[in-house]
């Protein structure tokens, strides 16, 4: 371990060990993307640069067209850049093959989607084995079963997606991403499809998960209410960066009510916005 030595009140010099540089978990280098539809070139992405370290809790903003979804499916291995690179994990994946992809996918990233995705017909149990049944590993009901009681649905193992509610079904989409100890969670407006009571809950979830385990998340929202419960918000705007701010004083799920639209947009306005530079606006 490097280490430093300081000198005690008493002249005695002391060993302390280092401060450990954050890991990185995503770097997003210079990211391009542009299609073609017919003659014309659509630049979604231009030029992003992005770092998200192991521990964060992130969320990616933007207006509709700015470029947000695309670096969601960049980011989730879903898609490639047309230019710059993106590691995730110290694995560089964008120039991987199809089926290499897909291995990232499984063993690196657990999905968390706006309307749940879950199997009609399969248990939450068998739900949650899935990813571990893709990727054949060991110990496959032992592991979904933890991942559910760690979401609370100890007691919910045979239900059907029918028998669950919505908040309900949202906590085994976060179990099934968990089980497989991926590098990061990356969520697509994961509270969107909810009641604010279930949304609160499932927030709850997530801010546990990374206080308490330090599990890195990745929300992608236009929500600014869900925002302000992350601790960074990236915004993006016509494929650019435009902001990356610390959220100063993040919510904690369940200790404050929704304010209403007016208010909700002029504070974040005023915390995420007016922090920045002059240049993050131009």
């Known amino acids: 371990m490097v280490a430093f030595f300081k000198k005690s009140k008493n002249g005695v010099q002391s060993h302390?060990?280092?401060?450990?540089?954050?890991?990185?978990?995503?770097?997003?280098?210079?990211v391009t993307k542009m299609y073609k539809m017919g003659d014309i070139e659509v630049h979604a992405l231009r030029g992003v640069d992005l770092t998200i370290n192991e521990g964060e809790f992130?969320?990616?903003?933007?207006?509709?067209?700015?470029?947000?979804s695309t670096l969601m499916n960049i980011l989730g291995a879903l898609d490639q850049p047309s230019e710059g690179e993106y590691l995730l994990d110290g694995v560089n994946v964008s120039r991987l093959s199809e089926a290499e992809l897909a291995r990232v996918r499984n063993k690196k990233i657990g999905f968390v989607f706006q309307s749940f995705n879950l199997l009609k017909r399969t248990t939450a149990l068998r739900q949650v084995e899935l990813p571990l049944i893709y990727g054949a590993a060991g110990n496959r009901t032992k592991r979904a079963k933890m991942a559910l009681e760690s979401v609370g649905l100890g007691q919910r193992l045979d239900h059907l997606p029918s028998e669950l509610s919505g908040g309900q079904q949202q906590r085994v989409a976060i179990a099934r991403a968990l089980v497989n100890e991926p590098a990061m969670i990356l969520a697509d407006e994961p509270t969107g499809n909810l009641d604010?009571?279930?949304?609160?809950?499932?927030?709850?979830?997530?801010?546990?998960?990374n206080r308490d385990e330090g599990i890195t998340v990745v929300f992608v929202t236009h929500d600014s209410w869900i925002a302000r419960h992350?601790?960074?918000?990236?915004?993006?705007?016509?494929?650019?960066?435009?902001?990356?701010?610390?959220v100063q004083n993040p919510l904690i799920a369940?200790?404050?009510?929704?304010?209403?639209?007016e208010d909700e947009m002029e504070e974040m306005l005023k915390e995420v916005y007016t922090t920045g530079k002059q240049e993050e606006f131009t």
Do not use: C, H, Y
């Not at 369940?254 to 639209?261: D, H, L, N, T, V």
């Open 16 to 30: 302390e060990a280092a401060p450990i540089a954050p890991k990185p978990v995503i770097e997003v280098r210079g």
């Open 58 to 68: 992130v969320s990616i903003m933007g207006p509709s067209g700015s470029g947000k």
């Open 196 to 209: 604010s009571r279930s949304g609160t809950e499932v927030m709850q979830i997530f801010q546990r998960l």
């Open 230 to 246: 992350t601790n960074r918000v990236v915004i993006l705007r016509d494929g650019k960066v435009i902001t990356d701010r610390e």
């Open 254 to 261: 369940g200790q404050s009510e929704r304010p209403s639209a």
